[in-house]
């Protein structure tokens, strides 16, 4: 798997990915939340191929304090592969370099394979209440 940054021309891919992951929820519109990663980090927005074809996406963040991970996804077809390892550690690697200490990321509620995934990786829960303010509603 090659892993390098987003293009524009590869969103209806990475939107059928995320569909197939089941991280496209009636609150967020994917196409929107692209745009907005582009104007923000866009160099933190990478994406796996195989053969040209989108097969993991994964968007990073950092704001002066703590990194995000949001959208690790990879082609159901794909996974179990070490996939999502590799883009872990290429979205890691690239917020690190920002000087970054500390990575969080969010898990949907009852999502036990995922948390599973996570926690190889060193991700532990933070016993923190994760509250959350929608300002524009996308749908």
């Excluded at 907005?36 to 963040?61: I, N, W």
Aim: net charge negative; hydrophobic share 40%.
């Amino acid at each position: 798997m090659d892993i390098r940054g987003f293009q524009v021309e590869e969103q209806d891919q990475v939107v059928t990915l995320w569909r197939a992951c089941g991280l496209v929820v009636p609150h967020n519109d994917p196409d929107k939340d692209i745009r907005r990663k582009l104007e923000v980090d866009p160099d933190l927005f990478l994406v796996g191929t195989l053969d040209g074809q989108v097969v993991a996406s994964v968007m990073g963040g950092y704001e002066g304090h703590r990194g995000w991970i949001n959208y690790l996804a990879v082609s159901p077809d794909h996974q179990r592969k070490g996939f999502g390892r590799q883009m872990m550690a290429a979205i890691e690697r690239a917020i690190a370099a920002r000087g970054c200490p500390k990575i969080n990321l969010q898990v949907r509620e009852g999502n036990d394979q995922v948390v599973a995934f996570y926690k190889a990786l060193g991700y532990f829960p933070d016993h923190a209440i994760c509250l959350g303010k929608r300002i524009e509603h996308d749908v």
